[in-house]
């Protein structure tokens, strides 16, 4: 495999972040496109390079894709999941991994059976920063931990809202600020405190209309290791603000703001600390995502493709595996449940949790 072909099913906007990655990655090149407007699949095959197949069996059934990226919407990612993997396709899933726990193992199980590597897309924990800092909690550097928090409070308007018939609905968006937007950061924050223990949560939607799902969300959590944190995410904070993580231990404190360090506090400093400030510590001009959800770099995305090539030439697992990617959106269903029942819920979920019936 000196030579990594992929094909992509969907071809909507995170498709592009893929396809130029992708393009980024020396000996990778994109084969081949499918989505189900056949228009769009020309399009995207025109801008980025391969071919645009009419069907995903025709994708399926080409030799030279060795990898699937999924890239349709959120609840509809099991399915050409599981097709890829039965086609003995290893099988990239952009987040997150699906909307529910029954889905989620449905992939999980599919590569399994047929011996193909699986990766949920989490760019973030391939950003230098958050490298960085994963780092420094490995080394015992914060001493004990005690808080762990992550806010997401960006802005959507209604026209986003308006411009897809899938955003905003619970069958296929699968929930809204956390489900689409926080996940990434609910994914750093269990990878960098450890497992969730319990979840309080409450939701709401206020600034958008005709959509099912929440757009503004305040959870608690107490982490299996004793820690306590926070998870803020919203769509309805204008202008929209950069993403932060901030984590704070006995020994130390750090705060990440879109991939930058805005504060690494330690009681013992090290020689490197001055470094990282340096490089990973100024002002960045991009915002992430925060306003506008095409103001995203591919480079991570990049990373994390590189990674699972590698994996599969050596047979080792890749950093962020299907059942990592389970974890997040297990973490965001008890919120809902938390949300939805008033009381605080216990992980792990036995079951997918029931939404009300609608007043």
């Keep these: 495999m000196s030579q990594i072909g992929f094909g992509i099913i969907g071809c909507g906007m995170i498709a592009h972040f893929h396809a130029k990655a992708i393009k980024s990655i020396r000996g990778a090149s994109l084969k081949a496109c499918y989505n189900s407007t056949p228009s769009k699949a020309v399009s995207f095959a025109e801008e980025h390079g391969g071919v645009a197949c009419s069907t995903i069996e025709e994708l399926l059934s080409r030799p030279d894709v060795d990898i699937v990226c999924v890239c349709t919407p959120s609840g509809a990612h099991l399915e050409p999941a599981v097709a890829a993997a039965n086609a003995k396709k290893h099988v990239v899933v952009e987040k997150p991994l699906e909307i529910s726990l029954k889905r989620c193992d449905a992939i999980i199980e599919a590569c399994t059976r047929n011996n193909v590597q699986l990766c949920a897309i989490f760019p973030s924990r391939f950003s230098p920063a958050n490298l960085a800092l994963k780092q420094a909690i490995d080394e015992g550097r914060f001493g004990r931990l005690t808080l762990g928090d992550t806010y997401v409070k960006w802005w959507r308007s209604q026209e986003y809202y308006d411009s897809g018939a899938w955003r905003g609905t619970w069958a296929l968006d699968g929930g809204g600020a956390y489900m689409n937007q926080a996940i990434h950061n609910v994914d750093l924050l269990y990878w960098l ?10 939701t709401s939607t206020l600034a958008h209309d005709r959509i099912e799902v929440e757009d503004v969300g305040v959870a608690t959590l107490k982490f299996k290791n004793g820690a306590l944190g ?7 904070a204008w202008p929209g603000l950069l993403k932060r993580t901030e984590i704070h231990g006995t020994t130390g404190s750090a705060i990440i703001e879109q991939d930058q360090i805005t504060l690494w506090n330690f009681a013992k400093p090290k020689a490197k600390d001055a470094a990282l ?5 100024k002002n960045s001009a991009i915002s992430g995502g925060a306003s506008d959800p095409k ?31 389970r974890k997040s959106v297990e973490m965001i269903l008890a919120i809902y449940q938390s949300s939805w029942s008033g009381k605080q819920v216990q992980l792990p979920l036995a079951k997918d949790p029931r939404r009300p019936a609608k007043k």
Excluded: C, W
């Design 193 to 202: 405190m450890g497992d969730v223990d319990t979840v309080s949560g409450i």
């Design 277 to 281: 400030l340096e490089k990973y510590g």
């Design 295 to 325: 103001a995203i770099s591919f480079q991570n995305h990049a990373e994390q493709l590189k990674d699972f090539i590698a994996a599969i030439k050596t047979g080792r697992t890749p950093k962020v595996t299907g059942a990592e990617g």
């Design 230 to 236: 926070v998870i803020e995410a919203t769509t309805s």
